[in-house]
């Protein structure tokens, strides 16, 4: 099921499936605003993660997942909730700590189909804040900004 609601940096969809999340879309495309203003609202327990979160960004997402992905995304995605919010790392010092290349580690951020409770946007480059969900430019970057700036990290423009 999915539904659609109002964040500080715009609509999100949420898609779950018993009780757990699925995917966090945080560009979702919706062609017709009637299409948004139907959809069912999310599950209470959703509702409330993500409200908590938004009232203050040191509060993680802590929702039941149902994701797929391969062992080696699944390694990373694990990993990437292990980083506190306000905090970020490297994807190199992500990589060495998993055995693995930045590059690999990129890759699986960019599959990640639950940002923001799988936080892939606390993992910046070396010298500087990196893409976002394939992206290295343009409002899905604002957007990774805008969630650490929001958890209280500190960038530099």
Partial sequence: MIAFSMTPFGRIGVVWQDGALTRVDLTPEVGDPREAASAPAPPEAVRRAFAAYFADGRVPVALPLRIAGTDFQRRVWVALQGIAPGQTRSYGDLARELGTS??????????????????????????????????????????????LEHEGVVLLR
């Fill in 102 to 147: 930045a590059r690999a580690v990129g890759l699986a951020c960019r599959a990640n189909p639950c940002p923001i409770a799988i936080p892939c946007h606390r993992v910046v480059a070396a010298r500087g804040l990196g893409g976002f969900a394939g992206e290295t430019g343009g409002r899905k970057l604002a957007i990774k900004r805008w969630l």
